[in-house]
């Protein structure tokens, strides 16, 4: 089991920035991918951006250039640096981990989520 608790979402401005942060508890070193995924009402959940255990990264082409995506092994933790924010960036953003287990021949596999954390931006 691996357990995600966010952090870091709150109201801001127009323009302005956040940093979110999850921590990893549990089997972390299971852990092959994490990422942030957000919610808006009435729409799906959609991917914001992904790391690798390998430190390769992805994001939405919403977010190119305005969020970095990183990881700290070491303490567990998986940030998002948002800057100049967007209303239409207003959403429940979930951190989310993809972790793999096992013996070559019996490999588990599973997929974790936070509780979320409320970002609203503001015009």
């Known amino acids: 089991q691996v357990q995600l608790v966010e952090s870091g979402g709150g109201l801001v401005q127009a323009g302005g920035s956040l940093r979110l942060s999850c921590v990893a508890s549990g089997r972390t070193r299971s852990i092959e991918r994490m990422g942030w995924y957000r919610q808006a009402p009435g729409k799906q959940r959609e991917l914001v951006a992904g790391?690798?255990?390998?430190?390769?990264?992805n994001y939405a082409d919403s977010v190119k250039g305005r969020f970095t995506i990183s990881r700290d092994n070491a303490k567990n933790t998986l940030y998002l640096q948002m800057n100049s924010l967007k209303p239409e960036d207003t959403a429940v953003y979930y951190c989310?981990?993809?972790?793999?287990?096992?013996?070559?021949?019996?490999?588990?596999?599973?997929?974790?989520w936070g509780q979320g954390t409320q970002v609203t931006v503001s015009s």
């Open positions: 790391i690798s255990i390998a430190s390769s990264t």
């Open positions: 989310n981990a993809y972790a793999r287990w096992g013996p070559v021949e019996r490999t588990y596999e599973d997929t974790y």
